[in-house]
């Protein structure tokens, strides 16, 4: 039988990757399950903050959440195969293990995600 996946450790090392950003952002929810970072600015089409990122446990997998690759999709232009494999839908990525090499990248694009917002005045 497959060892179980350890999702608390994949959780606490994606949650790390964003932690960097806490103090420019809003920490929306920080909890044992999920850790949610949204901007101050206001989105004026539904008056909503701006959603940044979020890292939650799920049944199957640690979703990672990633809204500068939805509104700048060229971010995604250059990430390897193996991490684009752990996409599902636009916007999110899904592990089951730690990956150090995935993760290396994925705080990369996460920088990359942030200079993005900043650029564009949504920080």
Do not use: H, W
């Not at 932690?19 to 970072?37: F, G, H, M, P, S």
């Not at 060229?74 to 390897?80: P, T």
């Amino acid at each position: 039988m497959p060892e179980k996946a350890d999702f608390n450790t994949v959780f606490s090392r994606l949650k790390e990757i964003l932690t960097e950003y806490e103090a420019q952002l809003d920490v929306k929810n920080d909890t044992e399950r999920e850790y949610y970072l949204d901007s101050f600015k206001i989105n004026p089409i539904n008056k909503k903050a701006v959603f940044f990122a979020c890292v939650s446990i799920r049944k199957n997998y640690v979703s990672y959440y990633f809204m500068p690759v939805y509104a700048c999709p060229k971010l995604l232009d250059e990430i390897s195969a193996p991490l684009k494999k752990r996409m599902q839908g636009k916007s999110c990525f899904n592990f089951t293990k730690v990956d150090e090499e995935l993760l290396l990248e994925l705080k990369a694009l996460t920088a990359k995600g942030y200079g993005y917002y900043k650029d564009e005045n949504l920080i």
